[in-house]
């Protein structure tokens, strides 16, 4: 007989809640997004997010529970993703899990949301895929990781500024293209034409590091619109091709990082898997890129399928992982907002 484990994710603008077996079968999934409360702010606003995940966490939990069909007593343990992420957020889904955990009497366990981006893969393939190169692409992170084992994340590098998603947010403000900017931007793109425009590649050529830098590129998109000496753009009526093929090489100019750095970091510590996850591996440019250049040089290639890029409980799953190792939490745990890194190696 299975064993059930209630999942929360409320990193930062999504509430979610999930029950999944010890088998990795996903028996519910409920996510209730926050994006129309942050559009008009083109971005996530962190006291709107910790209000609203408070209004929907019960009826989420609520809803998870109802899908997945099964009580309360066949609840084996909770789950909750504790870093990094939006305090007030973070806070909305710790509080629920240790209400549960103390009611129910049942184990607490802690989940590192970027690991869980990671492990993902794991719940997608259906099959064992560490050790591996771990890229984290969001709004919040882009970051690579040597995976060694589910809970074993060696930090190699990411971005020394933005991240890509955050990118991609303020180059669809600049372009009148709306909120969330990566799926904005890439729709735009499709119509573009890359290489009228030429974008730098940021640290792309530096094979030293494994680093990512994405505000220079964000700076050569503005200027790319305003020309030299002009600091608004807001009031520029762009003509709809400038804009698609500004969408266009600026999404060519991040995947190209991205993928280069991916590569680099296989060929650097001689482990050829590589798993992707985070919101911005929806892409299906990036997505496309990497399949390709993974089969030219003979890495194999997971991708988190698209629903579980984005934020969501399912891969907080990962879970699992720390409850048959034992790893359980006092329900005197609190959150850790900022991202903590180990050292390179």
């Known amino acids: 007989m299975s064993e059930n484990l209630l999942t929360i994710e409320t ?10 077996t010890d088998s990795l079968q996903v028996l519910s999934s409920v996510v209730a997004s926050q994006d129309r409360l942050h559009e008009r702010y083109r971005g996530v606003v962190p006291e709107i997010a910790a209000r609203a995940h408070l209004e929907r966490i019960l009826p989420v939990l609520d809803e998870a529970m109802r899908r997945a069909g099964v009580g309360w007593d066949a ?12 305090a007030g957020s973070l806070l909305v889904g710790l509080m629920a899990a240790k209400t549960i955990c103390y009611t129910l009497n049942k184990p607490l366990l802690a989940v590192n949301h970027l690991q869980a981006h990671i492990y993902a893969c794991r719940i997608a393939s259906g ?18 990781y040597r995976c ?21 947010d303020k180059v669809a403000s600049m372009l009148g293209l709306g909120y969330p900017g990566g799926p904005a931007v890439a729709r735009a793109a499709e119509r573009g034409r890359p290489g009228r425009f030429q974008f730098p590649r940021p640290l792309l050529d530096n094979t030293d590091r494994l ?35 500004v969408a266009a090489e600026f999404q060519q100019a991040v995947v190209d990082c991205l993928v280069g750095k991916a590569l680099l970091a296989t060929q ?54 720390r409850y048959r190792a034992g790893l359980f939490e006092p329900l005197d745990i609190d959150v850790q907002p900022g991202l903590v890194r180990q050292s390179r190696r």
Not at 11 to 20: G, L, Q, R, S
Not at 75 to 86: D, E, K, Q
Not at 151 to 161: A, K, P, Q, R, Y
Not at 238 to 244: F, I
């Open 211 to 245: 680093d990512f830098s994405f505000s220079g590129l964000k700076t050569a998109v503005r200027y790319a619109i305003t020309g030299p000496g002009r600091c608004d753009f807001r009031q520029l009526q762009l003509d709809p091709q400038t804009v698609a093929d």
């Open 148 to 168: 060694q084992t589910p809970l074993e994340f060696h930090w190699l590098g990411g971005t020394i500024d933005d991240a890509a998603g955050e990118a991609f």
């Open 268 to 321: 650097r510590t001689g482990i050829r898997t590589l798993c992707v996850g985070g919101g911005v591996a929806a892409n299906r440019l990036l997505r496309q890129r990497l399949a390709e250049e993974c089969q030219r040089c003979g890495v194999a290639v997971y991708i988190a399928p698209s629903e579980l890029c984005t934020d969501n409980a399912v891969m907080a799953a990962i879970a699992w992982e």
């Open 11 to 20: 990193t930062c603008d999504e509430t979610a809640a999930a029950v999944v």
């Open 75 to 86: 609840i084996t343990a909770v789950a909750v993703a504790t870093t990094p992420g939006l």
């Open 127 to 144: 099959r064992d895929v560490f050790p591996c190169i771990g890229l984290v692409v969001s709004g919040g992170h882009t970051s690579l």
